[in-house]
Nanobody, 124 residues
Framework: QVQLVESGGGLVQAGGSLRLSCAAS????????MGWFRQAPGKEREFVAA????????SYANSVKGRFTISRDNAKNTVYLQMNFLKPEDTAVYYC?????????????????WGRGTQVTASS
């Protein structure tokens, strides 16, 4: 089992940057694909980015490609989401998730474990 805790959210001006972290408990962290999802008020939770067990494969939503970068440090049991050039439409609660699967899946149904989320607000 993997337990996940997100951190690093906050309020930033449009065009600014934030780095989210997701700290995982459990010695099997490196066996999981990891993903970031977000949910804005009144909207469904949507895929943002994912990374496979080794960090060698990544997936991104078109809306964040070129601006966000997902990475992981298995030695620290941590996955990151570097968010640059933030836009107001990026405002959401961001959730970290772990998937017991190969690759870097995009479907929300691929993920088995979820953090509680961290708020990101980008204001113009």
């Amino acid at each position: 089992q993997v337990q996940l805790v997100e951190s690093g959210g906050g309020l930033v001006q449009a065009g600014g940057s934030l780095r989210l972290s997701c700290a995982a408990s459990g010695r099997t962290f490196s066996s999981y694909a990891m993903g970031w999802f977000r949910q804005a008020p009144g909207k469904e939770r949507e895929f943002v980015a994912a990374i496979n067990w080794s960090g060698g494969s990544t997936s991104y939503a078109n809306s964040v490609k070129g601006r966000f970068t997902i990475s992981r440090d298995n030695a620290k049991n941590t996955v990151y989401l570097q968010m640059n050039f933030l836009k107001p439409e990026d405002t959401a609660v961001y959730y970290c998730a772990a998937a017991r699967t190969v690759g870097a899946p995009t479907p929300i149904t691929s993920y088995d474990y979820w953090g509680r989320g961290t708020q990101v607000t980008a204001s113009s």
